[in-house]
């Protein structure tokens, strides 16, 4: 079994920074591929940023790109999303997922691919 924990969201001024963590227990098998996700009110759960251990490329979303940074710390089983230069549309509640599965190659998969995931930490970002 494989139980995540996220951590770090709150309350942010438009252009501040926050860091997530995302604590994992459980076998490295099955969190070999991780990811960040966020879903805001009346929207579908979208993948932000990915990686997997190893040292294969992390993937972001279009929408973050140059101001989030994923990494993982795999002698602590953590994962963290460094969120700078936030904006208004980042609002939302951010999930930590794991695959399951040893997956090597680049990308968030399709959400419905995670088999498990954190209870979400909820980002606000205010003007």
């Known amino acids: 079994v494989v139980r995540l924990r996220e951590s770090g969201g709150g309350p942010v001024q438009a252009g501040g920074s926050l860091r997530l963590s995302c604590e994992a227990s459980g076998d490295s098998r099955r969190t070999h591929h991780m990811g960040w996700f966020r879903q805001a009110p009346g929207k579908e759960r979208e993948g932000v940023a990915c990686?997997?251990?190893?040292?294969?490329?992390?993937y972001y979303a279009d929408s973050v790109k140059g101001r989030f940074t994923i990494s993982r710390d795999n002698a602590k089983n953590t994962l963290y999303l460094q969120m700078n230069s936030l904006k208004l549309e980042d609002n939302a509640m951010y999930f930590c997922?794991?695959?399951?599965?040893?997956?090597?190659?680049?990308?968030?998969?399709?959400?419905?691919?995670?088999?498990?995931w954190g209870q979400g930490t909820q980002v606000t970002v205010s003007s």
């Open positions: 997922a794991a695959l399951g599965r040893v997956f090597y190659g680049v990308g968030c998969l399709p959400r419905t691919a995670y088999y498990y």
């Open positions: 990686i997997s251990s190893g040292g294969s490329l992390p």
